[in-house]
T-cell receptor, first 109, second 115 residues
């Protein structure tokens, strides 16, 4: 089976940096993705890591350590619009996604 | 504009009735998926399809059925056998499954309430 763990909620002020950790246990692993979902909306793709290391896309960065079964999403220069739920997801051996329960990020003024 | 459409946005049904949720994509994607999301939880895979006329059960297929008669369409039927059907249903697609494509594109979702 597979399981993913991430914190349920993180609160930070505008302009701050937030790191959302994700640990996973999986029988087959091809990569780790991150998705953002605003309340009532559809998830949107943020990033994907198949190899160890850091991937940077604007204010967001994602990191993967395959040996530690661990990854994180880094949100920099937080803005109010970043208030949303963030999900890590593992791509398994069959190409399917297994999602974590999500981390709600609350950005305060 | 390419994308995924789901209709309706909100759906209300009485217990014991079957209901079909539509999902259409014009992205020319081979793979399509149905997920269920409950409040405060992640997405759980119901069914997925790699090609026309073929589909596979996901983690929570009981009480659901699907068809894939056209590449663009992947409707989901929530049957009366589904014990807790009230949820937010999301349809997604990706270029293909076999190529381990990681990015899935999601529709806006259908919020189903069964009373």
């Amino acid at each position: 089976g597979q399981s993913l763990e991430q914190p349920s909620e993180v609160t930070a002020v505008e302009g701050a940096i937030v790191q959302i950790n994700c640990t996973y246990q999986t029988s087959g692993f091809y990569g780790l993705s991150w998705y953002q979902q605003h309340d009532g909306g559809a998830p949107t793709f943020l990033s994907y890591n198949a190899l160890d290391g850091l991937e940077e896309t604007g204010r967001f960065s994602s990191f993967l350590s395959r040996s530690d079964s661990y990854g994180y999403l880094l949100l920099q220069e937080l803005q109010m619009k970043d208030s949303a739920s963030y999900f890590c997801a593992v791509t398994d051996s069959w190409g399917k996604l297994q999602f974590g329960a999500g981390t709600q990020v609350v950005v305060t003024p | 504009d390419g994308g995924i459409t789901q209709s309706p946005k909100y759906l209300f049904r009485k217990e014991g009735q079957n209901v079909t949720l539509s999902c259409e994509q014009n992205l020319n994607h081979d793979a399509m998926y149905w997920y269920r999301q409950d409040p405060g939880q992640g997405l759980r895979l119901i069914y997925y399809s790699q090609i026309v006329n073929d589909f596979q059960k996901g983690d929570i297929a009981e009480g659901y059925s699907v068809s894939r008669e056209k590449k663009e369409s992947f409707p989901l039927t929530v049957t009366s056998a589904q014990k807790n059907p009230t949820a937010f249903y999301l349809c997604a697609s990706s270029i293909d499954l076999a190529g381990k494509t990681y990015e899935q594109y999601f529709g806006p979702g259908t919020r189903l309430t069964v009373t």
